[in-house]
Nanobody
Framework: QVPLVESGGGSVQAGGSLRLSCVAT????????MAWFRQVPGKAREGIAS????????VYHASVKGRFTISQNSAKNIVYLQMDKLKAEDTAMYYC???????????????????WGRGTQVTVSP
């Protein structure tokens, strides 16, 4: 298990920005793919962005493409999610996830990821 700890959530007005961070500890080989998911009560958890830790390749959900940016630090133990032009519909609990398979980065689905953080709440007011 690779502990993941998210931070950076909060409340912001529509049009504003937030940056989420996910700090990972443990073996880097256990997190070849890192991703951000979000979930609204009563709805399924959805993958919104992923990054291949080795190549740096990224994938985005259509709903956030052009507004959110996923990145990692040089040590590859922190993953960021820069969220700009936030909308009320971005309100959700945001989770960081990791998996040792790079393949899961191509189409991040919750069932494919083995390690999860506890989440950080993002609330966007209209």
């Amino acid at each position: 298990q690779v502990p993941l700890v998210e931070s950076g959530g909060g409340s912001v007005q529509a049009g504003g920005s937030l940056r989420l961070s996910c700090v990972a500890t443990g073996s880097p080989s256990s997190r070849d793919c890192m991703a951000w998911f979000r979930q609204v009560p009563g709805k399924a958890r959805e993958g919104i962005a992923s990054i291949d830790a080795d190549s740096g390749s990224t994938v985005y959900h259509a709903s956030v493409k052009g507004r959110f940016t996923i990145s990692q630090n040089s040590a590859k133990n922190i993953v960021y999610l820069q969220m700009d032009k936030l909308k009320a519909e971005d309100t959700a609990m945001y989770y960081c996830a990791a998996d040792k398979s790079r393949l899961v980065c191509m189409a991040p689905a919750p069932s494919l990821f083995t390690t999860w953080g506890r989440g950080t709440q993002v609330t966007v007011s209209p």
